[in-house]
Structures are given as C-alpha cells and as structure tokens.
C-alpha cells in the first residue's frame, strides 16, 4: 500500500514534469508576431536615436538628424545626417539582411560626417533587429545593439 509519502513525491514529480514541459512549449504564433511587428516597422519614418561605430557611441543631435525608411516592397532608404542613401533589404522574422547602400556624396560639417560614417559603417554590420517598446534597435551577428531608431513624430 503506497505511504503519504511516496504519494507526495509521486504528485511533487508529476506537477514538475508538467511545469517544466509547459516552460518548454513553444509559442506556435510566436513567428507570427515577430512578423506582425514588422508590420509596425515598415513604411515608417524613424530618426536615428543611436549608432554605435566600435568602440564609440554617438547620440545625433539637431542638425544631424540620420533617419531611415524600410518600404514594404523591401527597398530602405534615409539620411545619414548628411547624405540620403538607398538600397534593399530582407527580413524574416527577427532576421534583417540589407544590401550595400548606395549614397549620394555631398560634404558636410565635420560632426555630420563622423555620424555618417559610423553610421554606413554600423547598417553594414546589421543582421537582426527588435523593438525595445517603441524604439526600432537594429543589431550585429553578437547580439549587440548597433543603431536605435524613435519613430519621427509630425
């Protein structure tokens, strides 16, 4: 005849398992919302808020105002604070795969052009991205963030 003991140990066990095989599941619609949000990202405008180039961080500031726009037919294009640029992207679900950027090449203001340099040098690093509430953060293959966008209020 089974003790109180062994009984509780038995239910102590079976709620772990449960506990740990409901941690485990997956979300079948979490894809599904990683794309969603995508859908919050495209065709708008956002201001660069962030780059970082190594081991800087820069903060634009007014005048320098970088900006980008990733179109729903998979073409990005903005300012780098100085210069507009264009080119293509891919994304799949958190995955974010641009193409070299094209530029046009106007000399700027010395301030301008560190932000725009760190600024083309961090897009081409780019693989990922998220939204950290409502900024659009933009990462490298570690995981790290390299550009943060704030969505341009009219």
């Not at 506990?19 to 919050?40: F, K, M, V």
């Not at 179109?71 to 507009?84: D, I, L, M, Y």
């Not at 897009?123 to 659009?136: F, I, P, R």
Request: proline share 5%; glycine share 6%.
């Amino acid at each position: 005849m089974p003790t109180v003991k062994t009984m509780m140990l038995s239910s102590v066990a079976v709620a772990s398992a449960l506990l740990l095989a409901a941690c485990n599941t997956t979300n079948p619609n979490a894809q599904n919302d990683i794309a969603t949000n995508w859908s919050a990202v495209a065709d708008k405008e956002w201001q660069l808020a962030m780059v970082s180039d190594g081991d800087h961080t820069l903060r634009p500031m007014s005048p320098v105002l970088a900006s980008v726009n990733f179109a729903t037919g998979g073409k990005v294009s903005g300012s780098t604070g100085c210069n507009r640029y264009f080119g293509t992207y891919k994304q799949s679900g958190s995955k974010l795969d641009l193409s070299p950027l094209g530029s046009t090449r106007m000399m700027c203001v010395e301030d301008a052009m560190a932000i725009e340099d760190a600024f083309t040098n961090a897009m081409a690093k780019v693989t990922h991205w998220h939204k950290d509430n409502s900024t659009l953060v933009l990462d490298d293959t570690d995981g790290k963030a390299i550009l943060k966008f704030e969505p341009i209020r009219p």
